[in-house]
């Protein structure tokens, strides 16, 4: 079984809308949605949840109103300002670091598991898939990334599946880390702005530094031919393979409001660029270890 | 079972709280060199990411899965990559130092 991850940096390159089309063209594979922060290949995909999950993130600091002395003392020791009111404490801004609870004279302070998100086990049109939703607020979204792939690979397991095609987050951070870590293959999608090109080296890195090896799609490569020439360079520069440049095309925004993929929606040249490139990837995913 | 398969195994329950990922798995131990015969454990810890904010608490974990075995003479850890990278490598040489005095004493005691 092979995991196969796409990422970008930077948000709003296209990284789902190719992840998507990955996951029609790609045969006998899970979908794992592990953006759980604003998961939305589930807008494409339309999957019939058949299980939900509760996840419980870190613990949250309630305060016991029986013991509670309104002395006041949890109030001045939050650096989250999650304490307004003597003996209130709102859920949304506790980071629940257990500050109150260890001032607190009277052992008024319970440090309670909260729900954070949600683990949905689905069928879908484009087969199985593996998806979550971090509640408004919360925190611990790497690991919800986690338990998203541990599901994935048991779907996998369970449904004899070869591959595992991974929606991953945008940024460097720890949602990032937890779905990069341990994967074949991790493919970036950029665009050609600055932006683009920063975030693109930032998340290369990242990708390198958990030993996985990393190739680029350039998304939108039309819109500025000069920037896609300095990505084209910094690829080169740093060894990273170059797998394809996709044109900007209306029809991608057509296929979006029909809630389908681009080689499911538009038998086209776009199609054919993104039939390419997967083959490519898939080449390259059956020879890496 | 060898003296490195021993430590991996070992290091597989170091788990990164934020993603939940044990340091095998994350491969944030790099470049073990396990000399079996004069028990000389040498390798490279990284963090995460260079601003890790468990760093700290990160490598010593690694480390004492390490020196919690007696038998192993001496323990030449590095930590790269990381902003506190110079801070905790000389804690824990000093770490490491008391340990290996306190293990001789225990040797010659015997």
Redesign the interface.
Known sequence: MKELVVVSGKGGTGKTTITASFTYLAKNKVIADCDVDASDMHLITAPDILNTIPFKGRKKAVVNEDKCISCGKCEPACHFDAISDINKINPIKCEGCGVCDLVCPVDAIDMVETIAGDLHISESRYGPMIHARLRIGEE?S??L???VRQYAKIMSADRKKELIIIDGPPG???PT??AV??TNLAVVVTEPTLSGLHDLKRVTD?IK???VEPVVIVNKYDINKNMTDKIQEYCNEKNIPLLGKIPFDKVVVEAMVAGKSIPEYYNGELTIIIKEIWEKVYKLLTEVN | MGIAHELILRWSKVIDPEVNIDVITLKLIYDLDVDDKNMIVNFKFKPTVPTCPIGHQLALQVYYEVAKDDSIKEINMEITEYIYADKINILIKEIEEERRKKSEVKNHVQ
Do not use: D, E, I, K
Request: charged share 5%; with cysteine.
């Open positions: 611990n790497g690991q990334v986690t338990l460097t951070a720890c880390t937890s870590t341990g990242v530094h958990f030993r």
